[in-house]
């Protein structure tokens, strides 16, 4: 896992004046929103007992602590310890960390790690069209297969044919070859594939795509835990029809990811084909996981511990940008505060796993 990155971490439309628990990077944190609306990041746990402040209330914007009911502000700082006399101080430790968050494209991201604000990389940018003119919709996975394996294989031009050869890869001839180019910046990445189709299925989804041979797919990866997909039938025609899926990857332990996905699309766009649509994306996504959890290393091996081809650039794209950032000093260290996570998972072995 990586530091000193943005992560996409929740739906904003999900985070209230009600705390809320994110269970990401071995630890648990906390969002809220202020009376202004703004979005608070703490670290779970209460400095006097460790308890999980996202079982708190918000009053005033600050958050109480459900144990004893210490009072912490959103910087951190606790302002009041109930059980105390008025005019007793407050201990200079009695504060909890917290995070700085930005919310766009519909995310909540809170940076993790140490860098100053200059030195931080920016949030991606995302290609306009997708917020003007397409219609979105969110829902939530947990995926029972690592992040970054699972990352992999949203960025995948090769796997269509097998992984989704009951659904929208049965259209694709098996025996295609697949080159493409690989652009990349210090912490993305793109490429652009063709298709060729057969023009016929049964599936729904080529039922839409019917007549319309040329299926082109665009893949972006953003570190560290974000993917979009966008798939163009019909090019820049009139008609096209257009999909987006933007993923937001993040571990819960080694062999469990939330995975956070917001779909756009051009088409069916009435607010009663949602569901339709989300179960549509939820078979697409189950497909690839019900294999992913079968790689025998959950992990991300070292490069030269698989075979690679070709079709794989994109893929080694983001393992190799991904160990750049791991030999500069930025994988996550071991946290001694919070060894279990909320769920009860122990920590240092998923970190352990998560440093390769
Ligand atoms: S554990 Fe939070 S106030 Fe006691
Ligand atoms: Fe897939």
Same mark, same amino acid.
């Given at each position: 896992?990586?530091?000193?990155?943005?992560?996409?971490?929740?739906?904003?439309?999900?985070?209230?004046?009600?705390?809320?628990?994110?269970?990401?990077?071995?630890?648990?944190?906390?969002?809220?929103?202020? +009376?202004? %609306? *703004?979005? @608070?990041? &703490?670290?779970?746990?209460?400095?006097? !007992?460790?308890?999980?402040?996202?079982?708190?209330? /918000?009053?005033?914007?600050?958050?109480?602590?459900?144990?004893?009911?210490?009072?912490?502000?959103?910087?951190?700082?606790?302002?009041?310890?109930?059980?105390?006399?008025?005019?007793?101080?407050?201990?200079?430790?009695?504060?909890?960390?917290?995070?700085?968050?930005?919310?766009?494209?519909?995310?909540?991201?809170?940076?993790?790690?140490?860098?100053?604000?200059?030195?931080?990389?920016?949030?991606?940018?995302?290609?306009?069209?997708?917020?003007?003119?397409?219609?979105?919709?969110?829902?939530?996975?947990?995926?029972?297969?690592?992040?970054?394996?699972?990352?992999?294989?949203?960025?995948?031009?090769?796997?269509?044919?097998?992984?989704?050869?009951? +659904?929208? %890869? *049965?259209? @694709?001839? &098996?025996?295609?070859?697949?080159?493409? !180019?690989?652009?990349?910046?210090?912490?993305?990445? /793109?490429?652009?594939?063709?298709?060729?189709?057969?023009?016929?299925?049964?599936?729904?989804?080529?039922?839409?795509?019917?007549?319309r041979?040329?299926?082109?797919?665009?893949?972006?990866?953003?570190?560290?835990?974000?993917?979009?997909?966008?798939?163009?039938v019909g090019g820049?025609g009139?008609f096209a029809i257009?999909?987006?899926?933007?993923?937001?990857?993040?571990?819960?332990?080694?062999?469990?990811?939330?995975?956070?996905?917001?779909?756009?699309?051009?088409?069916?766009?009435?607010?009663?084909?949602?569901?339709?649509?989300?179960?549509?994306?939820?078979?697409?996504?189950?497909?690839?996981?019900?294999?992913?959890?079968?790689?025998?290393?959950?992990?991300?091996?070292?490069?030269?511990?698989?075979?690679?081809?070709?079709?794989?650039?994109?893929?080694?794209?983001?393992?190799?940008?991904?160990?750049?950032?791991?030999?500069?000093?930025?994988?996550?260290?071991?946290?001694?505060?919070?060894?279990?996570?909320?769920?009860?998972?122990?920590?240092?072995?998923?970190?352990?796993?998560?440093?390769?």
């Amino acid at each position: 896992m990586l530091k000193n990155f943005w992560y996409a971490c929740e739906f904003s439309a999900d985070v209230t004046n009600k705390p809320k628990q994110i269970v990401m990077l071995n630890q648990r944190f906390v969002l809220y929103r202020d +009376s202004q %609306g *703004q979005v @608070i990041a &703490l670290k779970d746990q209460c400095p006097h !007992r460790g308890a999980a402040l996202s079982l708190g209330w /918000v009053e005033d914007s600050c958050i109480r602590c459900p144990y004893h009911g210490w009072k912490f502000q959103a910087d951190g700082k606790c302002i009041d310890i109930p059980a105390n006399a008025p005019e007793t101080p407050i201990p200079k430790k009695a504060r909890v960390q917290t995070y700085p968050v930005q919310e766009k494209y519909g995310y909540v991201w809170l940076f993790y790690g140490d860098l100053p604000e200059q030195e931080r990389h920016p949030l991606p940018t995302l290609p306009e069209y997708l917020f003007s003119s397409l219609r979105p919709v969110c829902h939530s996975a947990i995926e029972p297969a690592n992040y970054a394996r699972l990352i992999e294989a949203n960025i995948d031009f090769a796997h269509v044919i097998a992984i989704h050869k009951k +659904s929208f %890869g *049965q259209r @694709i001839p &098996l025996d295609q070859t697949i080159r493409y !180019r690989v652009e990349e910046d210090d912490w993305s990445a /793109v490429a652009t594939y063709t298709y060729d189709s057969l023009g016929s299925s049964k599936s729904f989804l080529n039922f839409l795509l019917g007549g319309r041979p040329q299926l082109t797919i665009r893949l972006s990866f953003y570190l560290p835990n974000v993917t979009l997909a966008e798939i163009n039938v019909g090019g820049d025609g009139k008609f096209a029809i257009k999909f987006g899926i933007l993923v937001a990857f993040f571990p819960i332990d080694e062999n469990t990811t939330s995975a956070k996905r917001i779909l756009y699309r051009n088409i069916l766009k009435q607010p009663w084909l949602d569901s339709f649509v989300k179960n549509m994306d939820y078979k697409l996504a189950h497909e690839d996981t019900i294999v992913v959890e079968t790689l025998t290393s959950q992990p991300m091996p070292r490069i030269s511990e698989e075979l690679h081809v070709a079709a794989d650039a994109l893929d080694l794209s983001y393992r190799k940008l991904r160990q750049k950032y791991l030999a500069k000093g930025w994988g996550l260290e071991p946290s001694n505060s919070a060894s279990n996570n909320s769920n009860g998972h122990s920590v240092q072995s998923v970190f352990t796993s998560l440093m390769h």
